[in-house]
């Protein structure tokens, strides 16, 4: 029986072949830390876990020599050490040699400059498709900001304390799908909430297991449409083939390439190309946008621009920097 006030206590390093992309897999996820669960601390990305005998925390960093990542582990029960380790990797996609994926896609004409300006890019993972799930759910339609406030008040309202192993800003697990089933205090419009309810019912109640269900299960569920799914296989099951064709981020980043239609279905056989590496395709477009509109805020700040009257609302001068960066798919851009 393990003492819950005298965690277990492990230092793992995680290896990869090739090396990481230096800190960037880390720094995607220090980002978008969720408060309550998930905090970065320096250079680190601490989060909780919740594990088959009882919760978990980790602490990650990059070695010093980039070829893997340091996990410093504390676990209510040390039975849980091999699956918090299988979590881990699936989190930062260390299961994937990132240098044949390269090899594959590196002559493409459009991914081949960012292959080579950016190598061994790391697909974005996940501990768990259940917690996968719910925050694509909440982040549908909205900014990665209000998405990551509403699933903090989430986190707050319906996860189990951590107790001994509460440390800084880790506080609680996410909340396991029973806690959701009867949620009536969702921060979210209501056709969400039905939605997390659904998913949690189905998932708590009815066995719906999110790691291997077909896609016609996924979309039998209210509120879950074509891009949460295929958001769930690649960052919720780590899927190397999924492909987003009606992601808003997808498309306008192909469009910034000279793609003349970014309509769903020439995307849907445009995508073809990249199979079986279609995910990593969607993670290089994504960071292709993303850079590209860091590059034009900061030409916007350098340069500048005529006032708008009040009712032109934002037709004059630039978009807003964020908001193409932050809102993809289904609503949502950048996961």
Known sequence: MSDPTT???????????????????????RD??????????????????????????????LAEDST?????????????????????????????????VDAALASDVLLGPFIRAVPRRQMPGSVDPWECAVRTVVGQHVSEASARAACAVI?????????ALAAGGIQREFPRPAALVDAHELPVPTARATALRGLARAVAGEGLD??????????????????????????????????????????????????????????????????PW??????????HLLEANLRDAGEARATPVRACPPAAGNRCGHESAASPARRMGEGHLHP
Do not use: C, K, M, N
């Open 155 to 163: 986190v707050a309202r319906y996860g189990e304390a951590l107790r």
């Open 68 to 100: 893997g990542v340091r996990a410093h582990l504390r676990l209510v029960d040390g039975r849980d050490h091999g699956e918090a380790v299988r979590r881990i990797r699936s989190l930062l996609d260390l299961g994937t040699d990132a240098g044949r």
């Open 32 to 61: 978008r830390a969720l408060p309550g669960v998930e905090e970065a601390i320096g250079g680190a990305f601490r989060r909780a876990l919740s594990l088959a005998h009882g919760p978990g925390t980790a602490t990650l960093r």
């Open 210 to 275: 999110l790691a291997s269900a077909d896609d016609a299960a996924l979309l039998a569920l209210p509120g879950i449409g074509p891009w949460t799914v295929a958001h769930l296989r690649l960052r919720g099951r780590g899927d190397p083939d999924a492909w987003l064709s009606t992601d808003l981020g997808v498309r306008r980043s192909l469009g910034r390439l000279g793609v003349q239609d970014t309509g769903p279905r020439a995307l849907r056989l445009l995508g073809e190309r990249w199979h």
């Open 278 to 287: 279609r995910s990593y395709a969607v993670v290089h477009l994504w960071g």
């Open 7 to 29: 965690p277990y206590v492990a230092e793992v390093l995680l290896p990869t072949a090739p090396p990481l992309a230096g800190e960037r897999p880390l720094a995607f996820l």
